[in-house]
């Protein structure tokens, strides 16, 4: 059974950081983008930042510019393991964040279309207070 489980969320006042994990398990991860999302309440679900298998990263296209310098994915293969380093966070980054897994082909780039993700997790909570 394919199966990605966040944690790491929580409630952090504004400035503070927060490490999520993703833990994959049924699944060869070194052959899956993994990517990044949130859904704030009462928006649509982003994307935040996604890796390919092979490490290119790439940013959603609507993430804004200071989230880039903010927000840091990794990925341990060995450990099936993905990661998003959330620094300075702000109230408006408060949402459920959701990591997810997309098959592909070695040479693929990473892409933050969610279409192209076809296993999520649970999600976990982010609340950022001012």
């Known amino acids: 059974q394919v199966q990605l489980v966040e944690s790491g969320g929580g409630l952090v006042q504004s400035g503070g950081s927060l490490r999520l994990s993703c833990a994959a398990s049924?699944?060869?991860?070194?052959?899956?983008?993994i990517g990044w999302f949130r859904q704030a309440p009462g928006k649509e679900r982003e994307g935040v930042v996604c890796?390919?298998?092979?490490?290119?990263?790439?940013?959603?296209?609507y993430s804004e510019d200071s989230r880039k310098g903010r927000f840091t994915m990794s990925r341990d293969n060995g450990k099936k393991m993905a990661y998003l380093q959330m620094n300075s966070l702000k109230p408006e980054d408060t949402a459920v964040y959701y990591c997810?897994?997309?098959?592909?082909?070695?040479?693929?780039?990473?892409?933050?279309?969610?279409?192209?993700?076809?296993?999520w997790g649970q999600g976990t909570q982010v609340t950022v207070s001012s």
């Open positions: 049924g699944l060869q991860f070194n052959r899956y983008g």
């Open positions: 890796m390919s298998r092979a490490g290119d990263v790439r940013y959603s296209e």
């Open positions: 997810a897994a997309r098959s592909q082909i070695l040479s693929s780039s990473a892409t933050c279309a969610q279409d192209d993700y076809n296993t």
